[in-house]
């Protein structure tokens, strides 16, 4: 199928030829001077009455929520293996249920089109919801082989949602699914993928002992033609490009109206520094994922460049998995060796290939989607843990160059500003310092300031969402907090507030969100997002309207990238959300219903 022409207000290809153009236009012109002469002056749209004009006010702090869909509804158990016959396990029922269900499966097929249609049904009609995110797994599209490309399971999700009155964000997931938090499914890359890092195994990222991770292509490859003569930008451009061609009409009805961008493993622009598959456990320090031969050779070069060539990779003085920053001499507080010459040498190459990666696939998403009206969009992962410590170990092992004196989030917020504006998408809003053990020294909620404030002062949009399921009050309150930072504006009465995110995902829809007592809170959750107001379709109403997407600005020099690295305070946040939805009183009802709940079902 031919590419639509690029770089109109349609994704779809419009000619008009200029002799058409000529005649059409004298027709419009005399019809006009018809029109002047006859019809009276337009009249002044009517006065808002004081109802509504509240009304547009509180719409200025609205913010929109999406409910992420599950993966797939493979188990490594049968669910018919569970059988409740009790109270006790029918409550278990519950939330094996939620682990149950499934969207596209591994066979690219959408699963129980029915039961999903009725749940999306309650997530609109019940809690009022703007949309949903749906991973649109490169393992399952192009599974067959390169370039053939099927999207039918897809296109039926989307019409489904369509249907039921949902937006969506589709997340382009060039990453394999399984290994990390949440992960219960196995979606792996594509077969043929796979066959080349079975030949060549350093197209995978891989760590200091040679372990080999096979959830994303190394950076490394990102231009090199290993895959049938392609490089991995190449197959991810290709990739874009046939979502666009065949999803025309649900990009031109405005239903798609984000893509997320997949840079890394889980979709995030970072390193797969700690992977549970490799016997991660929070909350170790991870390990440097530099270790193929592709990226040892570029180091080099890099090093020998700089008149270094003695300089290596860190090795085993970065310690291992589970390790704290204390273990080891590379992230050591007194003396370490991320202090050194060589090892801020090192730093500084790590984060920037990973930069240089953001940017590279971005700039192929822009072109891919060039005149859609929709965002671009990238996530960054909230690594929260070790943020006390000086040396920030696990966003250091994992690409974030965030050390004191050293904003390491700013940068990104750079990158993704060049490609009209990309959002940056940030997680553990739901996260609380006072929830975390001591020991891991983590700090999520400065971690999200810092994120977010990076994206504002680089003029970019920030959206954010929860990094874990999250069902209670007090989750649903950070993020509140999280997404108006300093509450409705001005002063509560309405009007834009000083700074507000662009989007909230919840993750993620199950059957155990959907039960009573969670459900409840779920939905005075989502009314309190959209400031006390109704569902809005009209995204222009609440100060987010859709244009064509504009092609990418010039190329930036990664030292212009890096002077973003100079650290600014973050901006002020309140302690607490002015949006609540309750606090102790309310998660005792909710605790009283729920043992009503537990006696008669």
């Known amino acids: 199928m031919d590419m639509p022409e690029q770089g109109g207000v349609s994704c779809s290809s419009s000619v008009a030829a200029d002799s058409q153009k000529t005649v059409a236009s004298l027709r419009v012109r005399a019809i006009a001077a018809e029109s002047e002469q006859a019809s009276p002056l337009p009249e002044p749209p009517p006065l808002l009455t004081e109802e509504e004009e509240e009304e547009e006010k509180m719409l200025a702090n609205y913010v929109p929520v999406y409910v992420m869909l599950p993966v797939s509804s493979e188990l490594t158990q049968s669910p018919q293996a569970f059988v409740p016959t009790d109270r006790v396990e029918r409550r278990r029922a519950v939330a094996w249920r939620g682990v149950q269900l499934g969207v596209v499966t591994a066979e690219n097929e959408l699963e129980d089109a029915a039961g999903l249609r009725a749940r999306l049904r309650r997530l609109r009609r019940e809690a009022g919801v703007d949309g949903v995110m749906a991973d649109v797994w490169w393992g399952i599209v192009e599974g067959a082989g390169p370039a053939r490309y099927e999207w039918r399971a897809y296109r039926e999700l989307f019409r489904v949602a369509q249907e039921e009155g949902l937006k969506v964000q589709a997340i382009m997931s060039f990453h394999a699914c399984g290994g990390n938090v949440g992960d219960a499914v196995a979606i792996p890359l594509p077969r043929w993928v796979r066959d080349v890092g079975d030949a060549d195994p350093d197209v995978y990222y891989t760590s200091p002992g040679g372990a080999r991770n096979h959830e994303y292509l190394t950076i490394g490859v ?62 170790g320090i991870g390990q440097f994922q530099c270790y193929d ?193 300093n509450g409705v504006g001005p002063a509560g009465g309405g009007g834009a507030p000083p700074r507000r995110v662009a989007a909230v995902t919840y993750l993620r829809l199950s059957d155990e969100l959907l039960t009573a007592t969670n459900f409840r809170a779920f939905k005075a959750f989502v009314r309190k997002m959209h400031a006390d107001q109704d569902c809005c379709p009209d995204t222009a109403r609440y100060g987010r309207p859709m244009r064509p997407l504009e092609r990418s600005g010039p190329e930036v020099a990664i030292e212009r990238l890096l002077d973003a690295t100079a650290p600014e305070p973050p901006y002020p946040f309140d302690g607490e959300t002015d949006m609540s939805v309750g606090g102790g009183l309310a998660e005792l009802i909710d605790w009283v219903f729920d043992k009503v709940e537990w006696i008669f079902c």
């Open 222 to 283: 990102d231009n090199r033609p290993l895959f049938h003569g392609r490089t991995a930008i190449q197959l991810y451009a290709d990739f874009m490009k046939s979502f666009r061609e065949n999803m025309a009409d649900f990009l031109d009805s405005g239903l798609i109206v984000d893509i997320e961008v997949g840079l890394g493993p889980a979709g995030e622009l970072r390193y797969p520094s700690y992977p549970e598959s490799q016997g991660w456990e929070f909350p």
């Open 293 to 485: 031969k592709y990226l040892e050779e570029d180091f080099r070069a890099a090093a020998t460049e700089a008149g270094h060539p003695e300089w290596e990779l860190p090795g085993d003085a970065a310690g291992e998995y589970n390790d704290t920053p204390e273990d080891t001499r590379f992230f050591a507080a007194d003396g370490g060796t991320y202090l050194t010459e060589a090892g801020r040498f090192f730093l500084t190459w790590y984060s920037s290939k990973l930069l240089e990666h953001g940017d590279r696939v971005l700039d192929e998403a822009n072109m891919a989607f060039l005149g859609c009206s929709l965002k671009l969009a990238a996530k960054v992962s909230g690594i929260h843990w070790w943020y006390r410590h000086p040396s920030h170990a696990a966003e250091l092992a994992a690409g974030y160059y965030n050390v004191p004196g050293r904003d390491g989030y700013r940068p990104v917020a750079r990158m993704l500003a060049r490609h009209d504006g990309a959002v940056l998408n940030f997680t553990c809003a739901e996260m609380r310092d006072s929830e975390q053990p001591p020991e891991a020294m983590s700090s999520p909620e400065r971690l999200v300031r810092q994120a977010l404030s990076a994206a504002w002062r680089e003029g970019v949009e920030a959206a954010c969402e929860n990094a874990l399921s999250r069902h209670d009050r007090r989750g649903y309150n950070q993020m509140l907090l999280n997404a108006r930072p």
